[in-house]
């Protein structure tokens, strides 16, 4: 298993280079890039217990100015489809603007 992990760790590493180049194209009004990226890194969070992706998107959607807001106002438009590992990183991603789930 070690010999594995070994033999394809390039490869996690240049998945994750690509998805965090994909992350930094992400457009603060553009809700179909940012939902791509958001479920991408909760897939590999829900399958891999890996969270630097979805932590990769939190700090972009906050580094970009009223990106939280355009992203989680459209993303919670559809609540009841979210699971409690999506609200949580939703909670996450408005920590510093909770005015935004009034």
Known sequence: SSGINAEYGWLTERCFEYFQALTDAVQADNFADQLYVY???MFVFDKLKKKNYIDTVIQKF?????CIEHFVTNYLRNLSSCTPQNLDAVLEMTKDQEYILV
């Open 62 to 66: 906050t580094s970009l100015k009223s």
């Open 39 to 41: 479920d991408e890194a």
